[in-house]
């Protein structure tokens, strides 16, 4: 599964998930969308897909992520009421690794 799938303009809700694979490792995914509610819509998606190919995930917290693509700046903050807050720290670096000429950066202020 791809590590990182989040839109790219627009702020809306992401999930930090960790992917179980079948050797016993684990991978990290983040993913975030517009269309997602709640962060439970988002994840509940991603642990379909997963399940799908015989794999299971964990939610190990949320937020928000604000893509600004004319700027190339991605913004990650804020927590999920529902997961609790995402290691943003571990977020940055999986997002830097699909943009690498973008700005990224996180903190923990904000909803």
């Known amino acids: 599964m791809e590590p990182v799938q989040i839109d790219e303009d627009g702020t809306f ?58 700027k190339k700046d991605i913004f990650v903050y804020g927590y999920s009421v529902g997961y609790g807050r995402a290691d943003h720290k571990r977020t940055v670096e999986l997002i830097r690794s699909k943009y690498p000429d973008y700005n990224v950066h996180w903190s923990n202020e904000g909803y």
């Open 13 to 70: 809700k992401y999930v930090l998930i960790q992917l179980y694979l079948t050797d016993g490792s684990s991978e990290w995914l983040v993913r975030g969308h517009s269309w997602g509610e709640y962060h439970d819509d988002i994840y509940q998606k991603t642990l379909s897909e997963a399940l799908d190919k015989g794999l299971d995930t964990e939610c190990m917290g949320g937020g928000r992520i604000r893509f600004d693509a004319q």
